[in-house]
C-alpha cells in the first residue's frame, strides 16, 4: 500500500499544500491535521491534486472537512489540479469541496 506525502509552501499569507500518492484512511486523520494547520497560518489555502493518484472517501472526507473548517473561519480553501478518478470521487463522496476545483481542473 502507497501512502500521501503531504508539502507545504507558505508565502504573503499564502499556503500551498502539495498531496502526491494515495490519501484513504490510512493517511486521512493526518492530512486533515496537516491541513487545518496550513490554514492557521494563512489566509487563502491552496491544495494540489495533481500529484494524488488515488482518493477513498475518508481522504474525501479530510478535504471537505479542511474546506469547511476554513472556509468557517473566513479563509479561503481551494482545491486545484485533481485528476480525473480524484475527482469523482470526490463529486461523489465530498460535494461541498469539488465547487472549489476550478474549471477544468480534472
Known sequence: ??????????GS???VVTLRGEL???DAASVAAG???AAE???VVIVDLAGLDFIDSSGADALAEAARD???GGKDFLLVAAQP???RVLAITAPAAVPSL????G
Not at 500500500?1 to 507558505?10: A, N, Y
Open 1 to 10: 500500500m502507497f501512502s500521501v506525502d503531504l508539502s507545504i509552501g507558505e
Open 13 to 15: 499569507g499564502l499556503t
Open 24 to 26: 484513504d484512511v490510512a
Open 35 to 37: 491541513l487545518s494547520a
Open 41 to 43: 497560518q494563512a489566509r
Open 70 to 72: 476554513a472556509r468557517q
Open 85 to 87: 478518478q480524484v475527482l
Open 102 to 105: 476550478p474549471a477544468g481542473a
